[in-house]
């Protein structure tokens, strides 16, 4: 039966939900909030109670320069301290006729440009690119492209007048910030009785935009919108900015990654890799990060390979090297190896090629594109794939050191969206620094992605950490399927000398950290072990696991023999009947006929 009393019962409800709530811990209010996140909600943690408003913030902040201007602004938001208007997303519809079809997708996007602050006292936030894709990463979105940014305007319910302040040095200064917040504020303000706050908003900034452009342009910032009120926007779209620029008219929307087609989920990075869909959410057409390009070794009597080159952000370069006559090939699955530099090495150093006088000794240490080649000569029924990813610094534990681990899954889901439409299988290898983009993307998933079939550290697992749960995460990941491995390739570095001095610790380097991966794993593994010529083979679940680890009563520095001597090829075929056929690991080379002049 119906309750007589309607709105006497919503208030009863309301106020014992609102009871319950203040008689729990804030962290197990995070909790629930967590577990409850769906793709119309902004994924943040409740604002703190102490959280400082937009005026406050706008003063203290007023004389920093724009890095730790900004690092405080992103530490703001990410604790929570956001106006709670802003964090229920709304919906915004894009159709299209494709091929004969009606298609139908919804995104959901902010109600107004990012901020900081409460409801009552907020400050909208320009941030540089990099600063915006932290934010975006942290809380499961990203930046529109133009035409969402166009479609946001026309789905606004309340279109402000824009209010251009004229150029100056200051206009990238926060106190100019402010003074533009309080102009759309008191426009705001006029409007609110029709149009409270959680209405759409649009005309009131410029957008950071995604844009294919970005490939051919690295380093810029890309720029679209401030629509009039008449729906034409004053600012084309623009990449003549480097990165680092923002000012006063920047605003940040955010999209979230889940956008529905036709009524099913799907990812924005889904549709916009689609060669018929992405017209749906991109009017520059397939946002591909650049163009395939023809690289035809004479070794291979010309089958040659392609390669597509772009970054991920200004401190990430990717190449990814696909066989030409398979690129494209629908009927065989994609098998994509995400391989990470060694520390100071360049992508095209660590492809390696034959070495000509004058050439840096660092092309002839590895060669992953020759083993790479030995083994799509003997793997016939993937289409083998290797993307190279290359930090800025040539360091990618000093990157994860200034950046954090949110974005290893994003960088890795980047790639697999080159391949839209194929089954896709994934091996995490890296050399030297490398074992930190691993141990990074382990870090940043509470459990590794089913799609992942093989891990492999080239003498790189240095960042292997307990604490962080990585032989749990390692171990729950290796029970889950027969079909995945684990490789690990290390020596006695710590034994080793350079100049007359070790140079790592003997807990500190690989030797060290296998064997403490090692024990930890004997938790749930049982190991055989032998020795033969001073290498120690240590094997688990019928070779699915194996750690080969060098003896090195010489001393020596091992650190690049281990991968030039057929070192990637056999991480790549531990465990398999491959293993050892036609090649032996710290043998000679088996991939020379392969390798570039």
Same mark, same amino acid.
């Given at each position: 039966?119906?309750?007589?009393?309607?709105?006497?019962?919503?208030?009863?409800?309301?106020?014992?939900?609102?009871?319950?709530?203040?008689?729990?811990?804030?962290?197990?209010?995070?909790?629930?909030?967590?577990?409850?996140?769906?793709?119309?909600?902004?994924?943040?943690?409740?604002?703190?109670?102490?959280?400082?408003?937009?005026?406050?913030?706008?003063?203290?902040?007023?004389?920093?320069?724009?890095?730790?201007?900004?690092?405080?602004?992103?530490?703001?938001?990410?604790?929570?301290?956001?106006?709670?208007?802003?964090?229920?997303?709304?919906?915004?519809?894009?159709?299209?006729?494709?091929?004969?079809?009606?298609?139908?997708?919804?995104?959901?996007?902010?109600?107004?440009?990012?901020?900081?602050?409460?409801?009552?006292?907020?400050?909208?936030?320009?941030?540089?690119?990099?600063?915006?894709?932290?934010?975006?990463?942290?809380?499961?979105?990203?930046?529109?492209?133009?035409?969402?940014?166009?479609?946001?305007?026309?789905?606004?319910?309340?279109?402000?007048?824009?209010?251009?302040?004229?150029?100056?040095?200051?206009?990238?200064?926060?106190?100019?910030?402010?003074?533009?917040?309080?102009?759309?504020?008191?426009?705001?303000?006029?409007?609110?009785?029709?149009?409270?706050?959680?209405?759409?908003?649009?005309?009131?900034?410029?957008?950071?935009?995604?844009?294919?452009?970005?490939?051919?342009?690295?380093?810029?910032?890309?720029?679209?919108?401030?629509?009039?009120?008449?729906?034409?926007?004053?600012?084309?779209?623009?990449?003549?900015?480097?990165? *680092?620029?923002?000012?006063?008219?920047?605003?940040?929307?955010?999209?979230?990654?889940?956008?529905?087609?036709?009524?099913?989920?799907?990812?924005?990075?889904?549709?916009?890799?689609?060669?018929?869909?992405?017209?749906?959410?991109?009017?520059?057409?397939?946002?591909?990060?650049?163009?395939?390009?023809?690289?035809?070794?004479?070794?291979?009597?010309?089958?040659?390979?392609?390669?597509?080159?772009?970054?991920?952000?200004?401190?990430?370069?990717?190449?990814?090297?696909?066989?030409?006559?398979?690129?494209?090939?629908?009927?065989?699955?994609?098998?994509?190896?995400?391989?990470?530099?060694?520390?100071?090495?360049?992508?095209?150093?660590?492809?390696?090629?034959?070495?000509?006088?004058?050439?840096?000794?660092?092309?002839?240490?590895?060669?992953?594109?020759?083993?790479?080649?030995?083994?799509?000569?003997?793997?016939?029924?993937?289409?083998?794939?290797?993307?190279?990813?290359?930090?800025?610094?040539?360091?990618?534990?000093?990157?994860?050191?200034?950046?954090?681990?949110?974005?290893?899954?994003?960088?890795?889901?980047?790639?697999?969206?080159?391949?839209?439409?194929?089954?896709?299988?994934?091996?995490?290898?890296?050399? *030297?620094?490398?074992?930190?983009?691993?141990?990074?993307?382990?870090?940043?998933?509470?459990?590794?992605?089913?799609?992942?079939?093989?891990?492999?550290?080239?003498?790189?697992?240095?960042?292997?950490?307990?604490?962080?749960?990585? *032989?749990?995460?390692?171990?729950?990941?290796?029970?889950?399927?027969?079909?995945?491995?684990?490789?690990?390739?290390?020596?006695?570095? *710590?034994?080793?000398?350079?100049?007359?001095?070790?140079?790592?610790?003997?807990?500190?380097?690989?030797?060290?950290?296998?064997?403490?991966?090692?024990?930890?794993?004997?938790?749930?593994?049982?190991?055989?072990?032998?020795?033969?010529?001073?290498?120690?083979?240590?094997?688990?679940?019928?070779?699915?696991?194996?750690?080969?680890?060098?003896?090195?009563?010489?001393?020596?520095?091992?650190?690049?023999?281990?991968?030039?001597?057929?070192?990637?090829?056999?991480?790549?075929?531990?465990?398999?009947?491959?293993?050892?056929?036609?090649?032996?690991?710290?043998?000679?080379?088996?991939?020379?006929?392969?390798?570039?002049?």
């Amino acid at each position: 039966m119906k309750s007589p009393f309607p709105a006497r019962r919503a208030a009863l409800l309301r106020g014992v939900r609102r009871a319950a709530l203040e008689c729990l811990p804030a962290s197990f209010l995070w909790l629930a909030f967590s577990l409850c996140v769906h793709a119309q909600t902004l994924r943040l943690p409740p604002r703190p109670a102490d959280a400082p408003g937009g005026r406050s913030l706008a003063e203290s902040l007023a004389s920093l320069d724009r890095e730790p201007r900004e690092a405080r602004l992103v530490a703001e938001v990410l604790r929570g301290n956001v106006p709670d208007f802003l964090r229920r997303l709304v919906q915004v519809t894009l159709t299209n006729t494709i091929e004969g079809t009606s298609h139908r997708v919804t995104v959901f996007v902010t109600p107004d440009y990012l901020a900081v602050g409460s409801d009552a006292d907020y400050l909208l936030t320009p941030l540089t690119p990099a600063a915006a894709q932290r934010v975006a990463d942290a809380t499961d979105c990203r930046l529109p492209t133009r035409r969402i940014v166009d479609a946001i305007h026309a789905a606004a319910t309340l279109k402000l007048t824009p209010h251009p302040i004229p150029p100056s040095k200051e206009m990238v200064t926060l106190p100019i910030f402010a003074r533009h917040n309080e102009l759309v504020r008191e426009q705001r303000k006029a409007a609110l009785a029709a149009h409270p706050l959680g209405t759409l908003v649009a005309g009131q900034k410029k957008d950071l935009v995604f844009t294919p452009q970005l490939a051919a342009k690295p380093g810029k910032v890309a720029i679209y919108g401030w629509h009039r009120t008449n729906g034409v926007a004053i600012q084309p779209l623009y990449l003549g900015h480097a990165d *680092s620029w923002v000012d006063y008219s920047h605003g940040v929307r955010l999209v979230a990654k889940i956008a529905k087609l036709d009524g099913v989920d799907k990812t924005v990075a889904e549709i916009l890799a689609d060669p018929k869909l992405s017209v749906l959410l991109s009017d520059e057409g397939q946002p591909r990060a650049g163009e395939w390009r023809t690289v035809p070794p004479p070794q291979l009597g010309g089958h040659g390979e392609r390669e597509l080159e772009f970054r991920l952000e200004p401190e990430v370069r990717v190449v990814v090297n696909a066989p030409v006559t398979e690129a494209s090939a629908k009927q065989k699955p994609v098998h994509l190896v995400v391989f990470a530099l060694p520390n100071g090495n360049t992508i095209e150093q660590t492809i390696g090629k034959q070495l000509k006088p004058g050439d840096d000794w660092h092309f002839n240490i590895q060669h992953i594109g020759a083993q790479t080649r030995w083994l799509r000569e003997r793997e016939t029924n993937a289409t083998l794939v290797v993307a190279y990813f290359e930090a800025s610094g040539l360091s990618w534990p000093n990157w994860k050191r200034k950046h954090g681990v949110e974005k290893f899954p994003g960088f890795v889901e980047r790639v697999v969206a080159s391949f839209p439409n194929q089954k896709l299988t994934l091996t995490l290898n890296g050399h *030297s620094g490398g074992g930190s983009f691993i141990f990074g993307y382990l870090d940043a998933h509470e459990r590794i992605p089913a799609a992942v079939e093989r891990i492999a550290f080239l003498d790189s697992n240095y960042g292997y950490d307990d604490a962080k749960r990585h *032989s749990d995460k390692l171990l729950t990941w290796l029970n889950a399927s027969p079909r995945n491995h684990l490789c690990v390739l290390a020596y006695h570095d *710590s034994n080793a000398l350079l100049n007359g001095k070790t140079f790592v610790s003997e807990s500190g380097g690989t030797w060290g950290r296998s064997h403490a991966m090692k024990a930890d794993c004997a938790k749930s593994l049982a190991w055989e072990s032998a020795t033969k010529d001073g290498l120690q083979t240590h094997t688990a679940l019928g070779g699915r696991v194996k750690f080969l680890l060098k003896e090195n009563p010489e001393r020596k520095i091992l650190h690049t023999v281990q991968v030039e001597r057929n070192g990637f090829i056999h991480s790549m075929l531990t465990g398999t009947t491959a293993e050892s056929r036609g090649y032996e690991y710290l043998g000679g080379r088996a991939y020379e006929r392969f390798i570039q002049p």
